[in-house]
């Protein structure tokens, strides 16, 4: 079994030099996604460190998506996260075909309700105006990334079973094909929260998780709010970046 030191000198603590290791074995593809890496036990045989210091490390890395746990077998690398940019207008679907990942959208449910305060605000109508809810899983390769669900003003839905189609076309396109709506802008914003009991099989995580609440307001060619849209993105699987110039 290899033997590496650490510097106990250092201002850097140990467990994130052993975090450091980890990573750098990862980036250079020693441990590819969905390897098996050390053990523990054999993280603080192999540094030097105490057992809390490997234990530290790991869930760290745990927590930051890099590493994924299984119980009863050990601990693995996990895939890359999907990253997206937030300096320009997005399809999420896009964003995964770009990456050579095959997007999926699954509707869950499709049903016509009261606007609730929140999105009677969000879509500029009163509250109580009707207002189509569609909730839909989305898949990244078979694997589910995000729980949304948008809201859509009646008024320009005339026929709510048209988007069931989500499934198969990208839901800005049904809306541009069938109810002759453009979205071409989009205002978003993000807080992190962590995934609940209810979300959690669709999801197919542990409730406790981490993941980002992406609440999002579309808007057509004549800047109208034509959709607000609420999801529940994985913490594990996406990030999102700017860039600052």
């Known amino acids: 079994m290899e033997k590496i030191q650490l510097d106990p000198s250092s201002f850097v603590p140990l ?3 052993l975090k450091e290791h980890i990573i750098e074995k ?28 490997a234990i530290k490390a790991i869930e760290d890395l745990v927590q930051e998506g890099i590493l994924y746990r299984v119980q009863g077998k050990g601990t693995f690398v996990s895939l890359p996260k999907i990253e997206q940019s937030l300096s320009a207008f997005y399809s999420f679907s896009q964003v995964l075909s770009k990456k050579g990942l095959k997007p ?61 189609l989500v499934g198969y076309t990208p839901l800005y396109d049904i809306l541009n094909i069938h109810f002759n709506v ?17 979300e959690k099989h669709h999801l197919e ?5 981490p993941a980002l609440l992406l609440e999002r307001i579309a808007y057509d ?5 034509v959709e607000f849209c609420k999801s ?5 699987r996406c990030k999102f970046y700017t860039e600052l110039i």
């Open 232 to 236: 529940i993105v994985r913490g594990d």
């Open 221 to 225: 060619t004549s800047k109208r709010p």
């Open 104 to 164: 999926k959208d699954i509707v869950l449910d499709v049903k016509i309700i009261e606007a609730s305060h929140k999105v009677a605000k969000e879509l500029e109508i009163e509250k109580g105006d009707k207002v189509v809810a569609l909730q839909r899983l989305r898949h990244a390769n078979e694997e589910p990334i995000i729980l949304e669900t948008s809201y859509l003003p009646k008024n320009i839905i005339d026929d709510a079973d048209k988007l069931k």
């Open 26 to 53: 990862i980036d250079k593809k020693i441990w590819k996604p969905g390897e098996k890496i050390y053990s523990e036990n054999q993280l603080y045989k192999i540094f030097g460190v105490s057992r809390n210091t």
């Open 182 to 198: 453009v979205v071409n802008t989009a205002k978003e914003t993000f807080e992190p929260i962590l995934i609940r009991e209810e």
């Open 205 to 209: 995580v542990e409730a406790g998780s």
């Open 15 to 17: 467990y994130q030099q």
